[in-house]
Protein backbone atom coordinates (compact mmCIF):
# COMPACT_ATOMS: atom_id res chain seq x y z
CA UNK A 1 0.00 0.00 0.00
CA UNK A 2 3.05 2.27 0.91
CA UNK A 3 4.39 1.51 -2.57
CA UNK A 4 0.94 2.48 -4.13
CA UNK A 5 0.81 5.28 -2.50
CA UNK A 6 4.24 6.94 -2.98
CA UNK A 7 3.25 6.04 -7.24
CA UNK A 8 0.60 7.86 -7.00
CA UNK A 9 2.28 10.98 -5.11
CA UNK A 10 4.84 10.66 -8.18
CA UNK A 11 2.48 10.60 -11.22
CA UNK A 12 1.12 14.16 -9.60
CA UNK A 13 3.99 15.80 -9.13
CA UNK A 14 5.06 14.70 -12.38
CA UNK A 15 2.03 15.72 -13.87
CA UNK A 16 1.26 19.06 -12.11
CA UNK A 17 5.20 19.47 -13.44
CA UNK A 18 4.33 18.77 -16.83
CA UNK A 19 1.10 21.51 -16.58
CA UNK A 20 3.63 24.28 -15.83
CA UNK A 21 5.38 23.69 -18.35
CA UNK A 22 2.90 23.35 -20.81
CA UNK A 23 1.07 27.01 -19.47
CA UNK A 24 4.57 28.41 -19.96
CA UNK A 25 5.01 27.33 -23.61
CA UNK A 26 1.24 28.40 -24.64
CA UNK A 27 2.04 32.14 -23.45
CA UNK A 28 5.08 32.02 -25.15
CA UNK A 29 3.88 30.67 -28.55
CA UNK A 30 0.73 33.74 -27.93
CA UNK A 31 3.77 36.45 -27.77
CA UNK A 32 4.97 34.92 -30.87
CA UNK A 33 2.19 34.82 -32.74
CA UNK A 34 1.32 38.32 -31.90
CA UNK A 35 4.64 39.58 -33.28
CA UNK A 36 4.18 37.59 -36.00
CA UNK A 37 0.84 38.90 -36.49
CA UNK A 38 2.24 42.46 -36.64
CA UNK A 39 5.17 41.23 -38.84
CA UNK A 40 2.25 39.97 -41.70
CA UNK A 41 0.46 42.76 -41.15
CA UNK A 42 3.55 45.28 -42.21
CA UNK A 43 3.85 47.21 -38.12
CA UNK A 44 6.61 47.88 -37.10
CA UNK A 45 8.28 45.51 -34.48
CA UNK A 46 9.81 46.88 -31.15
CA UNK A 47 13.37 44.85 -31.09
CA UNK A 48 15.81 46.46 -32.96
CA UNK A 49 13.73 50.11 -33.21
CA UNK A 50 13.99 52.49 -30.94
CA UNK A 51 10.95 54.87 -30.46
CA UNK A 52 11.06 58.27 -32.56
CA UNK A 53 12.31 61.44 -29.81
CA UNK A 54 13.70 59.24 -27.54
CA UNK A 55 16.91 61.22 -26.05
CA UNK A 56 20.07 59.47 -26.16
CA UNK A 57 22.45 60.19 -23.53
CA UNK A 58 25.65 61.77 -24.71
CA UNK A 59 28.63 59.29 -24.62
CA UNK A 60 32.52 59.46 -25.93
CA UNK A 61 34.27 56.53 -27.10
CA UNK A 62 37.35 56.00 -28.61
CA UNK A 63 37.26 54.13 -32.36
CA UNK A 64 39.46 51.85 -33.91
CA UNK A 65 41.64 54.30 -35.19
CA UNK A 66 42.32 56.00 -32.35
CA UNK A 67 39.85 58.77 -32.30
CA UNK A 68 37.70 60.19 -29.45
CA UNK A 69 34.04 61.02 -31.09
CA UNK A 70 30.68 61.79 -29.75
CA UNK A 71 27.46 61.65 -31.25
CA UNK A 72 26.01 65.36 -32.64
CA UNK A 73 22.80 66.51 -35.23
CA UNK A 74 22.19 63.86 -38.23
CA UNK A 75 24.48 61.06 -36.80
CA UNK A 76 23.34 57.83 -37.94
CA UNK A 77 24.32 54.83 -35.17
CA UNK A 78 24.32 51.49 -36.32
CA UNK A 79 24.64 48.42 -33.67
CA UNK A 80 25.80 45.34 -35.11
CA UNK A 81 27.12 41.76 -33.56
CA UNK A 82 28.61 38.88 -34.46
CA UNK A 83 26.20 36.70 -33.09
CA UNK A 84 23.77 38.28 -34.96
CA UNK A 85 22.06 36.24 -38.22
CA UNK A 86 19.41 39.42 -38.97
CA UNK A 87 22.77 41.45 -38.27
CA UNK A 88 24.37 40.19 -41.03
CA UNK A 89 21.32 40.32 -43.37
CA UNK A 90 20.84 44.01 -42.82
CA UNK A 91 24.66 45.18 -42.96
CA UNK A 92 24.50 45.38 -46.74
CA UNK A 93 21.89 47.58 -46.80
CA UNK A 94 23.40 49.78 -43.98
CA UNK A 95 26.42 50.29 -45.60
CA UNK A 96 25.00 51.15 -48.89
CA UNK A 97 22.80 53.61 -46.63
CA UNK A 98 26.34 55.18 -44.98
CA UNK A 99 28.17 55.48 -47.85
CA UNK A 100 27.15 58.75 -49.53
CA UNK A 101 26.67 60.25 -45.60
CA UNK A 102 30.21 60.07 -45.30
CA UNK A 103 32.27 58.63 -41.91
CA UNK A 104 32.62 61.79 -39.94
CA UNK A 105 28.48 61.76 -39.52
CA UNK A 106 28.00 57.70 -39.00
CA UNK A 107 28.85 55.70 -35.86
CA UNK A 108 28.66 51.54 -35.63
CA UNK A 109 28.80 49.87 -32.55
CA UNK A 110 30.32 46.27 -33.21
CA UNK A 111 31.05 43.45 -31.09
CA UNK A 112 31.17 39.75 -30.84
CA UNK A 113 33.72 37.07 -31.50
CA UNK A 114 37.00 36.98 -33.40
CA UNK A 115 37.92 36.57 -36.37
CA UNK A 116 33.95 37.18 -37.50
CA UNK A 117 34.66 40.27 -35.34
CA UNK A 118 37.28 41.85 -37.73
CA UNK A 119 35.64 40.98 -40.65
CA UNK A 120 32.75 42.83 -39.28
CA UNK A 121 35.19 45.69 -38.34
CA UNK A 122 36.42 46.17 -41.64
CA UNK A 123 33.96 45.96 -43.76
CA UNK A 124 31.81 49.00 -41.45
CA UNK A 125 34.95 50.64 -41.31
CA UNK A 126 35.13 51.55 -44.86
CA UNK A 127 31.77 53.51 -44.33
CA UNK A 128 31.92 54.44 -40.64
CA UNK A 129 33.74 55.12 -37.58
CA UNK A 130 33.44 51.99 -35.71
CA UNK A 131 33.47 51.36 -32.04
CA UNK A 132 34.38 48.32 -30.50
CA UNK A 133 32.80 47.18 -26.79
CA UNK A 134 31.20 44.48 -24.82
CA UNK A 135 27.40 43.41 -25.59
CA UNK A 136 25.42 45.27 -23.43
CA UNK A 137 28.51 48.26 -23.06
CA UNK A 138 28.44 51.82 -22.42
CA UNK A 139 27.52 53.28 -25.53
CA UNK A 140 24.56 50.40 -26.10
CA UNK A 141 23.34 51.25 -22.48
CA UNK A 142 23.07 55.03 -23.24
CA UNK A 143 21.31 54.60 -26.43
CA UNK A 144 18.77 52.14 -25.17
CA UNK A 145 19.21 49.39 -27.85
CA UNK A 146 16.99 46.76 -26.79
CA UNK A 147 17.93 44.60 -29.87
CA UNK A 148 19.89 44.10 -32.95
CA UNK A 149 20.51 45.29 -35.48
CA UNK A 150 19.35 48.71 -34.40
CA UNK A 151 20.10 51.75 -36.63
CA UNK A 152 19.26 55.36 -35.86
CA UNK A 153 19.36 58.82 -36.79
CA UNK A 154 20.00 62.00 -34.38
CA UNK A 155 18.39 65.48 -34.56
CA UNK A 156 20.51 68.28 -33.64
CA UNK A 157 19.66 67.76 -29.54
CA UNK A 158 20.12 63.85 -29.30
CA UNK A 159 16.58 62.05 -30.28
CA UNK A 160 15.69 59.77 -32.18
CA UNK A 161 14.16 61.30 -35.14
CA UNK A 162 14.66 57.75 -36.98
CA UNK A 163 15.11 53.81 -36.30
CA UNK A 164 14.55 50.51 -37.50
CA UNK A 165 16.63 47.33 -37.34
CA UNK A 166 16.93 47.87 -41.56
CA UNK A 167 18.31 50.62 -43.32
CA UNK A 168 15.46 50.57 -45.72
CA UNK A 169 13.37 51.42 -42.74
CA UNK A 170 14.73 54.64 -41.71
CA UNK A 171 12.98 57.57 -42.60
CA UNK A 172 15.28 60.33 -42.27
Request: proline share 8%; charged share 10%; glycine share 8%.
Given at each position: MV???IAVVLVGAVVLLDLVVTLGLVKRLRSHAELLNKLAKGQPMDAGAL??????APFTATTTDGLEVSPSGGTVLGFFSTRCDTCAESLPGFLTYAEPLGRE???????GDEPALAELVERLSKVAQVVIEEED???TRAVGVRGLPTIAVLD??????SSGFQAGQLTA
Open positions: ILTPVGTPIRVLAIAHGAIDNLRVV
